[in-house]
């Protein structure tokens, strides 16, 4: 039997679709059938233009409307599912989005659904990592329906365009419903930085910097010369240095940067759960002991107060 | 109102978790168990709401094997008001957890159901969500903060982008993330009085709940390790390889 999938986009605050959808792309490619993808959001307008023209999809489908607006779970759900038994897959990227509505659908479906895939061995096995990462359980989803997320950076985008854009089908905007409202978002933006999902390079810091303003000071100028995202270990974040959305590991965020430096950071299980793919590892730690040292591909032994400024110095260079 | 908090008892975190040999699952005898980090904070809310006079009664509810028996211990030391086991030896699947959960709800009756974001053993991340979807509440993942009003509920959740807050019309379900509180420490005292305070026993099948496994799990193994790398003696080697050796700068 042919495979139907789709997949479920996501938009950027900028309205356009986020880079993750190109990962979808990949993952999906293994799962061999026609591909559609879903955008939904307030306002889709530039981002359907986007998704038309991604290279061997069938058919874009097209729900925008207030109600959408939020990305509250209750009202991704009733976008989703008058569609979801046309399709054997639902795909969408692991993120805190992704992680609130699909496993709502797979219960109002009556499905188990797998979580945080990052390999695909055959339409109906997968592969997820399990115990902050330290397992990789292969799993069999025998449902009729398989809801995944997909843990993005473990499979690289589908580069390129489609030759012609493909059809753009309208859905209903779900009617509002009372159980759940947004009152309030407090975003916070990296001011002149890349995003920590898409940057080549980050640069983390953790407890070992002693205070938000070190944080800052010491790390911001090694970011601004890299061109990099900067990151946090669970207690940097705890301890104020940075804000949540920055905190890599476990119950974080994952990335998989060209280079990722750690500076100050022990290495728990947990943090390394984040960034253990990383391309490249460095790390700068005054205790020669420290875990982390077991994953740098280059550490540095020494005090980060003195390494981290003539570590930029010489990059200005 | 009452509050229900479903707590998992996993693999300590402080513990690496292993592969078997044969690869049939992971290792966990003789090793130490303790309740799922995310579920000792929605513990500890629930708690502090009764403090505050906004709850009445704090129910822990745990499904499992009689092992499980031990995080609901726990959970009463730590100031739960009552203890539920829904005791199941088969191997519980979110969608299947879930499903007991909807089954005790209808029978408890709470306003508010407090889970963890994810247990740490499965990093499924899933159950709550499940159990909002049946019982057609609303809910509210990620929490970092909890503040209850006159039949709403509000949450400021974590998410990629900040924090957001989300008004929910009671009953809810909310799960919680790392910054919604700081646990506190079971008592001696309290670890001993829990040690006598019932625990009432469920099965799925007076709950009228099929467990079965869903997913099949063929097998685990540890992931690829990184080879070994190298520590360097100053920033200029530093650089020197990443340039020319990594090419990554
Ligand atoms: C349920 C759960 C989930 C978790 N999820 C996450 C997660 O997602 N992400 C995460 O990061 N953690 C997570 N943690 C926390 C994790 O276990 C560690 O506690 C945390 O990662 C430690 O952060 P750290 O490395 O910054 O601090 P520490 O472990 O305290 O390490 C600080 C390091 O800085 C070094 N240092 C200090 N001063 C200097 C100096 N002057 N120069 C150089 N080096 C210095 C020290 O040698 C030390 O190695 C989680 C924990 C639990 C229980
Ligand atoms: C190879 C393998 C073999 C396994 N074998 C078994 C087995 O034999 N027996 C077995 O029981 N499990 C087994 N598991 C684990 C089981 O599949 C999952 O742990 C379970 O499905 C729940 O997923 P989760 O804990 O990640 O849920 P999540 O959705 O991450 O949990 C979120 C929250 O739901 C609540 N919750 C979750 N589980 C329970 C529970 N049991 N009771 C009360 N509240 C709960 C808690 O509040 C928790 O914080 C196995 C897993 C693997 C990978």
């Known amino acids: 039997m042919e495979n139907r999938i789709l997949l479920v986009a996501e938009l950027g605050p900028d309205g356009h679709l986020k880079s993750s959808l190109r990962s979808l792309l990949t993952a999906a490619k293994f799962l061999k059938g026609d591909i559609d993808v879903l955008v939904w959001g307030g306002d889709t307008t530039s981002a359907v233009v986007e998704a038309q023209h991604l290279p061997g999809i069938r058919q874009v489908l097209n729900g925008s409307g207030p109600t959408l607006a939020d990305g509250l779970a209750e009202m991704l759900c009733a976008l989703v599912r008058p569609l979801a038994r046309q399709y054997t897959h639902i795909l969408t990227a692991a993120t805190t989005i992704g992680k609130n509505w699909m496993p709502r659908l797979a219960a109002l479906e009556d499905v188990a659904m797998v979580s945080d895939i990052v390999g695909v061995e055959s339409s109906d096995t997968f592969i997820r990592p399990i115990y902050a990462g330290s397992i990789w359980a292969t ?179 | 109102m009452k509050i229900l908090v479903p707590v998992k008892r996993v693999l300590d975190y402080t513990i690496k978790a292993r592969a078997k040999a044969d690869g049939s699952g992971v290792e966990l005898a003789g090793l130490k168990m303790s309740l799922n980090p995310f579920d000792e904070i929605a513990l500890e809310a629930a708690i502090r709401l009764k403090e505050v006079g906004q709850a009445t009664e704090v129910v822990a509810l745990s499904c499992g094997d009689a092992m499980v028996q031990e995080g609901l211990r726990t959970a009463l030391a730590l100031g739960a008001d009552r203890a539920l086991w829904v005791s199941s030896t088969e191997e519980l699947q979110p969608l299947s957890v879930a499903k007991l959960l909807h089954a005790v709800v209808l029978r408890e009756i709470p306003t508010l159901v407090i889970c963890g974001k994810q247990a740490i053993d499965d990093d499924a991340n899933q159950t709550g969500q499940m159990l909002a979807a049946l019982l057609n509440w ?112």
């Open chain 2, 138 to 249: 609303g809910q509210a993942t990620n929490a970092a903060e909890i503040q209850v009003g006159e039949g709403r509920v509000d949450v400021v959740r974590e998410t990629d982008g900040g924090t957001e807050t989300l008004r929910l019309i009671l009953p809810a379900v909310i799960t919680t993330d790392l910054r919604l509180n700081e646990p506190r420490y079971a008592t001696l005292p309290n670890i001993m009085k829990a040690r006598k305070k019932p625990i009432e026993t469920l099965t799925p099948e007076e709950l009228g709940v099929t467990v079965e496994p869903r997913l099949k799990t063929l097998r685990v193994q540890e992931p690829p390790q990184r080879p070994a790398g190298v520590k360097v003696d100053s920033i200029a080697t530093l650089l020197a390889r990443l340039k020319n050796e990594a090419k990554v700068i």
């Open chain 1, 139 to 317: 799993v069999c989803c025998p449902e009729p329906l398989k809801l995944m997320t997909v843990r993005t950076t473990a499979f690289p985008g589908t580069e390129g365009e489609g030759r012609d854009p493909v059809p753009v089908e309208n859905l209903p905007c779900p009617a509002a419903l009372l159980q759940s409202t947004r009152i309030a978002v407090q975003a916070h933006v990296q001011e002149g930085r890349p995003s920590l999902e898409n940057a080549r390079v980050v640069v983390s810091g953790g407890r070992g910097l002693g205070s938000a303003e070190h944080y800052e000071a010491l790390l911001g100028p090694l970011a601004d010369e890299l061109n990099a995202a900067l990151g946090a270990s669970r207690a940097a974040v705890d301890l104020g240095y940075a804000s949540n959305d920055v905190q890599v590991g476990q119950t974080g965020k994952v990335v998989a940067p060209d280079l990722y430096i750690a500076i100050g950071i022990s290495g728990a299980i947990q943090h390394l759960a984040g960034m253990q793919t990383s391309r490249v590892i460095v790390a700068i730690n005054k205790d020669p002991d420290a875990p982390i040292f077991a994953v740098a591909d280059y550490g540095l032994v020494g005090d980060l107060n003195v390494l981290v400024p003539e570590l930029t110095a010489a990059l200005r260079k």
